[in-house]
């Protein structure tokens, strides 16, 4: 447990800051996915079916990198489950602050039962920021920028 503190502190101020801030919209938007109805969460999520560039100035991909590590972060240390459609929200919503576009996926897939289920990515620019490991499994049905 030291050691993770330690290390910690061993990252940028900037960098723990928005752990922290990002940390807590987990926590807001895990509850907010449970509790609000997807159809009012779409209509809040940006232009349904427009993607955004796939280029981004060097500047702003250093910190959707930054972000990326920090969502990482973020769900490997926070006690409860981040849904991946939290988690892309999560995401948006720190890039839409930081004026860097990205785009949300929807996407399905059939599992071994034959029973339909449900994955969220957000992209910016090139980078998957979430939903990664998972990506190469669902067929994208719907997506917002």
């Not at 609000?36 to 981004?56: D, M």
Request: charged fraction near 25%; aromatic fraction near 14%.
């Amino acid at each position: 447990m030291i050691n993770y503190a330690l290390k910690f502190y061993r990252i940028s101020g900037a960098e723990r800051s928005l752990f922290f801030r990002t940390y807590m919209l987990g926590l807001f938007y895990s509850f907010y996915v449970l509790l609000i109805p997807n159809r009012i969460i779409f209509k809040r999520l940006g232009v349904k079916g427009v993607e955004s560039s796939t280029n981004l100035t060097e500047e702003k991909r250093v910190q959707v990198q930054i972000l990326e590590r920090i969502m990482r972060r973020v769900i490997r240390f926070s006690p409860w489950r981040i849904s991946c459609f939290a988690r892309a929200i999560i995401a948006k919503r720190v890039l839409k602050k930081r004026n860097i576009p990205s785009t949300i996926y929807f996407g399905i897939s059939k599992d071994g039962n034959r029973k339909l289920t449900a994955h969220a990515w957000l992209r910016s620019g090139d980078i998957i920021v979430t939903g990664k490991e998972e990506l190469i499994r669902f067929a994208p049905v719907l997506f917002f920028t």
